[in-house]
């Protein structure tokens, strides 16, 4: 009999997966596949034997980026031949994982034609050169985007050639061996990699060996050890702001910076590397980013890889480890799949998992092959690097594409006087808002946040031509927003957003603790008068009191520093200031030419971080159109 630890590890094999589970290795997905937030490639062959790629997003911008390269290994055709992978785990924004993911394999590629061969001291110099590059990116960007300087990426990298398995890492990635370990053909899983975090007692050794005089080099923080009690990895390629004193400074955040300058980078970009010689007993490599190795032991993947078929067992291990996801939150995994990106991260990590065959079963390719995981819609950045007299690397980055701010086309036509009225009190739930309304706004957040979009109904209004009808049968105040829900309509923006966190299931708004809640609740108080103040500048009645209250929101943004956010996460008061916010800064800028965030890096990152989030974003307005409806309206009031 099937035991019960068994049957739940290897399920993902058993049970169906979503569009695509019946690919074969013959069908066309030579770029992969996208499913909603997962992208796939279910089959592929390599020089030894064929490999499978999944990613899965939870974060409002993929972080997770990787490779797979098939092929000459030299930029000379008589070089050797190799499989590389590349998994790079970012955190605090894409930028430097993507950076790493178009830049690390030519590096390498590069010194392996210097030294004609692959060597650990190729590995070491490819990294430390796309390092010195993406170091030379931040120094182009500090003054204009200085938030750069705290962006990095995990970088796990293995190259197969020649009979040898290099395995390098720098952070928290890991790479496990399926190996057969006795005659009875049972597999046993052999992590490959060291990782570099600083949860790991030698890993607090190896920095406080490294920087004797800095008592606070590692510190315990929430019960978590991380180094300077910012970053829990020790190694990686990035984090300026930890490798060189220059970008250590204003304005970078006070959250990044340290107090006493240093004179020698705190962490490290250079790799463990470790070589592994390739026996018959080896089968398989798994590749994955610590979003995997959260949920799943090194030998539970090993024994899905080992029980599964090749064919989109990547997939099948990135499905598992969502299972285990919804597991440990107590919820069906079909209802964690429904999870929008961005309120996803409250659940798991970006996982990208990679699976190696070492030996073919049917045949393996000379053909060069290069498959990039993941499935960005827009890449719009490309770059252009090379090397000082001085000797240092240097990196430019070009934008090729414009980037749309707002995408509007999908949403429906207001309901104007002309419309049929709607059926009230039919059993639905809906929330009857104007697309230009901030208040209304406000109920729109809080519901796309909720994940509530098949839930509650969205019901627009044009509020310069409404319905009769909106009056009579909806909400008698006639005003928006106004939420139908159990036979009565509900009104007033900021008891909606509370009604709605409280009455319906998705990730909590409320704040947990009793200090957050009393800071909450003084910052909910405080909007109308926040409004009322910005509105005086803009009108000419006081000059002042715009500078005021946007310093108020630059202190209270700095009360807790678990996040960017008011409260630290996210919660109802960032809901509840953001559609005046996106307002104000662009009418100030453009009538008054005031920027709001000059002088003020906690309202420059709070903006930032709103922007990443898919349930405000969608409900933004086009930034001309407002605008320009202002200034006709400032025009009409002065006819009066």
Same mark, same amino acid.
């Given at each position: 009999?099937?035991?019960?630890?068994?049957?739940?590890?290897?399920?993902?094999?058993?049970?169906?997966?979503?569009?695509?589970?019946?690919?074969?290795?013959?069908?066309?997905?030579?770029?992969?596949?996208?499913?909603?937030?997962?992208?796939?490639?279910?089959?592929?062959?390599?020089?030894?034997?064929?490999?499978?790629?999944?990613?899965?997003?939870?974060?409002?911008?993929?972080?997770?980026?990787?490779?797979?390269?098939?092929?000459?290994?030299?930029?000379?055709?008589?070089?050797?031949?190799?499989?590389?992978?590349?998994?790079?785990?970012?955190?605090?924004?894409?930028?430097?994982?993507?950076?790493?993911?178009?830049?690390?394999?030519?590096?390498?590629?590069?010194?392996?034609?210097?030294?004609?061969?692959?060597?650990?001291?190729?590995?070491?110099?490819?990294?430390?050169?796309?390092?010195?590059?993406?170091?030379?990116?931040?120094?182009?960007?500090?003054?204009?985007?200085?938030?750069?300087?705290?962006?990095?990426?995990?970088?796990?990298?293995?190259?197969?050639?020649?009979?040898?398995?290099?395995?390098?890492?720098?952070?928290?990635?890991?790479?496990?061996?399926?190996?057969?370990?006795?005659?009875?053909?049972?597999?046993?899983?052999?992590?490959?990699?060291?990782?570099?975090?600083?949860?790991?007692?030698?890993?607090?050794?190896?920095?406080?060996?490294?920087?004797?005089?800095?008592?606070?080099?590692?510190?315990?923080?929430?019960?978590?050890?991380?180094?300077?009690?910012?970053?829990?990895?020790?190694?990686?390629?990035?984090?300026?702001?930890?490798?060189?004193?220059?970008?250590?400074?204003?304005?970078?955040?006070?959250?990044?910076?340290?107090?006493?300058?240093?004179?020698?980078?705190?962490?490290?970009?250079?790799?463990?590397?470790?070589?592994?010689?390739?026996?018959?007993?080896?089968?398989?490599?798994?590749?994955?980013?610590?979003?995997?190795?959260?949920?799943?032991?090194?030998?539970?993947?090993?024994?899905?890889?080992?029980?599964?078929?090749?064919?989109?067992?990547?997939?099948?291990?990135?499905?598992?480890?969502?299972?285990?996801?919804?597991?440990?939150?107590?919820?069906?995994?079909?209802?964690?799949?429904?999870?929008?990106?961005?309120?996803?991260?409250?659940?798991?990590?970006?996982?990208?998992?990679?699976?190696?065959?070492?030996?073919?079963?049917?045949?393996?390719?000379?053909?060069?092959?290069?498959?990039?995981?993941?499935?960005?819609?827009?890449?719009?950045?490309?770059?252009?690097?090379?090397?000082?007299?001085?000797?240092?690397?240097?990196?430019?980055?070009?934008?090729?594409?414009?980037?749309?701010? $707002? &995408?509007?086309?999908?949403?429906?036509?207001?309901? %104007? *006087?002309? #419309?049929?009225? =709607?059926?009230?009190?039919?059993?639905? /739930?809906?929330?009857?808002?104007?697309?230009?309304?901030?208040?209304?706004?406000?109920?729109?957040?809080?519901?796309?946040?909720?994940?509530?979009?098949?839930?509650?109904?969205?019901?627009?209004?044009?509020?310069?031509?409404?319905?009769?009808?909106?009056?009579?049968?909806?909400?008698?105040?006639?005003?928006?927003?106004?939420?139908?829900?159990?036979?009565?309509?509900?009104?007033?923006?900021?008891?909606?957003?509370?009604?709605?966190?409280?009455?319906?299931?998705?990730?909590?708004?409320?704040?947990?603790?009793?200090?957050?809640? $009393? &800071?909450?609740?003084?910052?909910?108080?405080?909007? %109308? *008068?926040? #409004?009322?103040? =910005?509105?005086?500048?803009?009108?000419? /009645?006081?000059?002042?009191?715009?500078?005021?209250?946007?310093?108020?929101?630059?202190?209270?943004?700095?009360?807790?520093?678990?996040?960017?956010?008011?409260?630290?996460?996210?919660?109802?008061?960032?809901?509840?200031?953001?559609?005046?916010?996106?307002?104000?800064?662009?009418?100030?800028?453009?009538?008054?030419?005031?920027?709001?965030?000059?002088?003020?890096?906690?309202?420059?990152?709070?903006?930032?971080?709103?922007?990443?989030?898919?349930?405000?974003?969608?409900?933004?307005?086009?930034?001309?159109?407002?605008?320009?409806?202002?200034?006709?309206?400032?025009?009409?009031?002065?006819?009066?």
């Amino acid at each position: 009999m099937v035991s019960t630890t068994f049957r739940r590890i290897v399920s993902p094999c058993w049970r169906p997966f979503g569009i695509g589970e019946d690919s074969s290795p013959g069908s066309d997905d030579t770029n992969g596949r996208l499913d909603g937030l997962l992208w796939y490639k279910d089959s592929g062959n390599h020089i030894t034997g064929e490999f499978s790629m999944a990613v899965v997003q939870a974060n409002n911008l993929l972080e997770d980026h990787s490779q797979l390269e098939s092929g000459p290994i030299s930029l000379h055709e008589s070089g050797p031949e190799a499989t590389f992978v590349g998994v790079y785990d970012g955190h605090g924004g894409p930028e430097a994982a993507r950076f790493v993911n178009d830049r690390l394999f030519y590096n390498i590629k590069r010194y392996t034609s210097e030294q004609r061969g692959m060597s650990p001291d190729v590995i070491t110099r490819g990294f430390v050169a796309t390092e010195e590059e993406f170091l030379g990116l931040v120094q182009e960007q500090w003054k204009t985007k200085p938030q750069i300087a705290s962006v990095g990426a995990c970088c796990l990298v293995g190259i197969v050639c020649n009979g040898l398995l290099y395995v390098a890492n720098a952070g928290d990635s890991r790479v496990v061996l399926g190996k057969v370990a006795n005659p009875f053909k049972e597999l046993k899983a052999v992590q490959l990699s060291t990782e570099h975090n600083a949860s790991i007692e030698s890993v607090r050794e190896e920095l406080r060996l490294l920087h004797p005089d800095d008592p606070n080099i590692v510190v315990l923080k929430h019960k978590v050890w991380r180094v300077k009690g910012i970053i829990q990895v020790s190694r990686s390629i990035g984090d300026a702001y930890l490798k060189r004193a220059e970008f250590n400074q204003e304005p970078l955040l006070p959250k990044f910076r340290v107090p006493e300058r240093f004179e020698k980078p705190i962490m490290r970009a250079e790799p463990t590397i470790t070589v592994h010689k390739i026996h018959p007993e080896d089968q398989f490599l798994i590749f994955a980013s610590d979003g995997l190795w959260e949920h799943l032991s090194n030998q539970e993947a090993v024994d899905i890889v080992n029980s599964c078929p090749r064919n989109g067992v990547a997939r099948k291990l990135v499905k598992a480890a969502l299972q285990e996801a919804a597991k440990k939150r107590e919820m069906r995994y079909s209802d964690l799949e429904k999870i929008e990106r961005g309120i996803r991260r409250h659940f798991h990590d970006d996982i990208t998992v990679i699976v190696v065959f070492l030996h073919a079963t049917n045949f393996a390719t000379r053909t060069p092959i290069s498959v990039k995981g993941g499935a960005e819609k827009v890449k719009a950045v490309r770059y252009e690097c090379g090397t000082e007299s001085s000797g240092r690397r240097w990196c430019k980055s070009r934008r090729t594409e414009p980037i749309l701010a $707002v &995408v509007e086309s999908s949403r429906v036509p207001e309901l %104007d *006087s002309s #419309s049929e009225p =709607v059926q009230v009190f039919d059993g639905s /739930t809906r929330l009857y808002i104007s697309y230009t309304c901030p208040f209304a706004q406000r109920a729109w957040i809080a519901r796309n946040y909720k994940g509530l979009q098949n839930k509650i109904e969205l019901v627009p209004i044009d509020l310069k031509n409404r319905p009769a009808w909106y009056k009579e049968k909806v909400y008698s105040a006639n005003k928006v927003p106004a939420l139908e829900h159990n036979n009565r309509v509900l009104g007033e923006s900021l008891d909606l957003i509370k009604y709605i966190d409280t009455n319906f299931e998705g990730p909590s708004l409320t704040p947990d603790g009793l200090e957050k809640q $009393v &800071v909450a609740d003084e910052l909910l108080s405080y909007t %109308d *008068s926040f #409004s009322k103040a =910005v509105r005086s500048t803009l009108n000419g /009645t006081d000059t002042n009191a715009a500078d005021v209250a946007f310093d108020f929101i630059e202190q209270a943004l700095s009360k807790f520093n678990e996040g960017p956010f008011f409260l630290g996460q996210f919660s109802l008061v960032d809901v509840a200031y953001a559609p005046f916010i996106e307002r104000f800064r662009l009418i100030l800028s453009d009538v008054m030419n005031v920027n709001i965030t000059s002088g003020r890096p906690n309202l420059a990152l709070w903006i930032q971080e709103m922007n990443k989030i898919e349930a405000y974003t969608e409900t933004r307005q086009d930034p001309q159109e407002l605008v320009e409806r202002y200034k006709r309206r400032v025009q009409a009031e002065a006819r009066l």
